[in-house]
């Protein structure tokens, strides 16, 4: 499913966030939740964190196993309730700078959805100009 969007949500007092509607039915077998490559969190359905997995498996060499630390280490699986919730545990919050009870800022990013604090999404989307976009688009042929 590509995942598309951006949705306010909130923490409980639990830690536990529930997923947007639209993502339910297709997170429902589980989830993965780990921190991303900045002060975000990247949640994966189970099938696309195992595809990320293999492209790891084959393209880093073991030399580079920091990378893969980074990525599996703090990896948490988990599979929503029945209300389409799932517990982002402390470590993982506090990376994200979320906080119990706090909104969410969940985002489609294609075959992922990242977790961000509003306001550090905010001000990393402000940052983004237009001149940027467009060479990224002429550098990618897209």
Same mark, same amino acid.
Do not use: C
């Given at each position: 499913?590509?995942?598309?969007?951006?949705?306010?949500?909130?923490? &409980?007092?639990? =830690? @536990?966030?529930?997923? /947007?509607?639209?993502? $339910? !039915?297709?997170?429902?077998?589980?989830?993965?939740?780990?921190?991303?490559?900045?002060?975000?969190?990247?949640?994966?359905?189970?099938?696309?964190?195992?595809?990320?997995?293999?492209?790891?498996?084959?393209?880093?060499?073991?030399?580079?196993?920091?990378?893969?630390?980074?990525?599996?280490?703090?990896?948490?699986?988990?599979?929503? &309730?029945?209300? =389409? @919730?799932?517990?982002? /545990?402390?470590?993982? $919050? !506090?990376?994200?700078?979320?906080?119990?009870?706090?909104?969410?800022?969940?985002?489609?990013?294609?075959?992922?959805?990242?977790?961000?604090?509003?306001?550090?999404?905010?001000?990393?989307?402000?940052?983004?100009?237009?001149?940027?976009?467009?060479?990224?688009?002429?550098?990618?042929?897209?």
């Amino acid at each position: 499913m590509l995942m598309v969007g951006n949705y306010v949500h909130n923490l &409980d007092a639990k =830690g @536990r966030l529930t997923l /947007p509607a639209r993502f $339910r !039915e297709p997170l429902a077998s589980g989830v993965v939740i780990t921190k991303g490559i900045g002060e975000y969190l990247d949640l994966y359905p189970i099938a696309a964190f195992e595809a990320l997995s293999q492209r790891m498996r084959e393209k880093v060499p073991w030399a580079e196993r920091d990378l893969l630390r980074y990525f599996f280490a703090y990896a948490i699986s988990d599979v929503p &309730d029945r209300q =389409g @919730r799932i517990l982002v /545990p402390q470590m993982l $919050r !506090e990376h994200a700078h979320l906080t119990l009870e706090g909104e969410v800022l969940i985002a489609g990013v294609q075959d992922h959805l990242e977790i961000w604090n509003p306001k550090l999404w905010t001000s990393r989307m402000d940052n983004i100009t237009l001149a940027m976009l467009e060479e990224k688009i002429r550098q990618y042929s897209i």
